[in-house]
């Protein structure tokens, strides 16, 4: 999951809406994934929610990158 782009959530969440809620005021939503994609918002929120998951798996002991897991 580590290197995650937003697009790469598009299965999961309805894309129209997540467009909208991640615009400013006049903003004009994004239409496509590469628009997705180069959105900072859209990146920092996949970021920060891959930052949460890793701590909470490490903390853990569920999963930890190059090992294996219990």
Do not use: H, W
Request: aromatic content about 6%; proline content about 6%.
């Amino acid at each position: 999951m580590l290197g995650s782009t937003p697009s790469n959530l598009i299965p999961f969440i309805d894309f129209y809406r997540v467009a909208e809620l991640l615009c400013d005021g006049d903003q004009v939503p994004v239409t496509n994934e590469t628009e997705l994609d180069a959105l900072p918002r859209a990146i920092q929120l996949v970021s920060a929610a891959e930052s949460i998951l890793t701590m909470a798996a490490k903390a853990r002991g569920i999963y930890l990158l190059g090992a294996q897991s219990k």
